[in-house]
């Protein structure tokens, strides 16, 4: 039996996101105008990225919520993959604003003033973007999605992004070296790169349908070979991901005199069994007959289900090792 796909519509968070980005765009550009620093500069532009991203991931949490249909009979789960290819790129975007500008300030240093009040507006929209990135965290470990996973750790790295330009600017000011601000906004831009890189290394690897994790292969694996017997055998359990969703199949090797019955109440079981184990997943499975040649193919798997003989072996070998202790 093959389940039917869950579809979720996760955009209030998007929205939460946009709202956080067009308060923490208000008050870091407050903050740039009252200071005058470009490490407060080059900040705000990251959250302009912010707000152009969260834009993108109301879109496509709106196409992926949309139910399977004649065109796409496995869901859209899959736009959340270019909502976050697009803030990577936009990353790079606002990377590339921040290192020219910081550069041409560094050849140019000015003055910073008003160094407390520009501080804590800044510090604030910093705390506005940890709860919220905080939020789409939890929210995206919760439903399994990566744009909320992905805007959460981007965020996150703004939260950390306005710690290093905050210590920038309170170190300028302490020690009066104005070339010190333009050299955070540098450094601010490089890891702004690096963050976008991988943003879209992960969207990416989602589109080549990358299996899942090795924790989830194994855990599936494991649970198929709770069925092992003389009789029941597995193979080719093979395994992807796409958005929120995942899928599963694997071959189910049963006695060729076996009836059709036999074999569905089987399958039932164990996609039963898969189900609770490991939670929301599309398995199907092939049913073949052991006896048949053709049944047994070249299939690229990492986890292959334990044979019987081996079970066996391995509880004799527990066995024969508790019976020797003193």
């Not at 208000?26 to 200071?35: E, N, Q, Y």
């Not at 949490?61 to 789960?77: I, R, S």
């Not at 992905?150 to 309170?170: N, R, Y």
């Amino acid at each position: 039996m093959t389940r039917a796909l869950e579809t979720r519509d996760l955009s209030r968070f998007a929205y939460l996101s946009i709202v956080a980005a067009i308060l923490t765009i208000t008050l870091k550009v407050l903050a740039w105008r009252i200071t005058g620093s470009v490490g407060l500069l080059s900040d705000a532009a990251e959250s302009v990225v912010n707000l152009v991203a969260a834009i993108a991931m109301l879109v496509a949490l709106k196409v992926a919520a949309m139910p399977a249909d004649k065109n796409h009979h496995y869901g859209h789960t899959k736009a959340e993959y270019f909502s976050a290819a697009i803030e990577g790129t936009m990353i790079f975007v606002a990377a590339l604003v921040i290192l020219y500008t910081s550069v041409e300030r560094f050849l140019s240093p000015q003055a910073i003033e008003n160094v407390g009040i520009g501080l804590a507006v800044s510090v604030f929209a910093s705390l506005v973007n940890g709860g919220v990135a905080i939020v789409l965290l939890r929210a995206g470990r919760r439903y399994r999605s990566l744009t909320l996973t992905a805007d959460g750790k981007h965020l996150m790295t703004d939260v950390w992004t306005s710690v290093g330009v905050v210590v920038g600017v309170l170190v300028v000011a302490l020690t009066g070296i104005e070339r010190l601000d333009p050299v955070v906004a540098f450094l601010v831009g490089i890891n702004i790169v690096w963050t976008g890189w991988k943003l879209i290394s992960e969207s990416t690897a989602g589109l080549m349908d990358s299996s899942l994790s090795k924790e989830e292969n194994r855990a599936i694996a494991d649970i198929l070979a709770g069925f092992v017997t003389r009789d029941v055998h597995f193979h080719a359990l093979l395994t992807r991901e796409s958005g929120h969703h995942r899928f599963a199949s694997v071959h189910v090797l049963v006695p060729g005199a076996w009836t059709v019955q036999q074999g569905h109440d089987l399958v039932e079981e164990v996609e039963t069994a898969v189900h609770e184990g490991i939670g929301e997943i599309t398995l199907a499975c092939h049913l073949e007959p052991s006896e048949d040649p053709r049944a047994y193919g070249a299939y690229v798997t990492e986890f292959p289900v334990q044979r019987y003989e081996d079970i066996v072996a391995a509880k004799e070998t527990t066995s024969q090792a508790e019976s020797e202790r003193p």
